[in-house]
């Protein structure tokens, strides 16, 4: 937001009333939102947290997620620069993924909203169970 732009009481800052399709394609926040919003990119982040792990340990170490969808996880979370890949050497060479600096600086961002979300579960599931028998507070 410049200054001299007139927010909204109550909306973020940042945030220029109305939202266009335009003002969205530009926020930076809306990729790296999508990165760690998507199913399987945080716990492929947390897992790499602990270690490097080769491609077939990540596929063993992460039940319901097709192979498939774990090249497409870790391809996009090496091109946003969350993780490496490194190829060894050899002929059998594995290829290792682990967490870059900037990997590592999301991390305990994404473990606070982990937390927060632990700690609201049971006001979270209340309010919906108040919304969908039609209970408002």
């Not at 391809?75 to 900037?102: I, M, N």
């Not at 606070?112 to 507070?137: F, M, P």
Request: hydrophobic share 40%; aromatic share 4%.
């Amino acid at each position: 937001m410049s200054p001299g732009d007139d927010a909204a009481p109550g909306t973020a800052v940042g945030i220029r009333v109305p939202v266009t399709l335009a003002d969205r394609a530009a926020c930076s926040a809306s990729e790296v939102l999508h990165r760690v919003g998507d199913k399987w990119s945080v716990l492929v982040l947390s897992l790499l947290s602990q270690r490097g792990y080769g491609f077939n340990e990540l596929d063993r170490a992460v039940h319901g997620l097709s192979r498939r969808m774990l090249t497409r996880t870790l391809g996009a979370l090496v091109r946003d620069g969350l993780v490496s890949r490194t190829p060894g050497s050899g002929t059998a060479a594995r290829v290792e993924y682990a967490l870059t600096a900037l990997g590592r600086s999301l991390l305990p961002l994404v473990v606070a909203l982990g937390e927060w979300a632990v700690a609201n579960r049971s006001t979270i599931s209340e309010a919906r169970a108040q919304h969908d028998t039609g209970i408002t507070r």
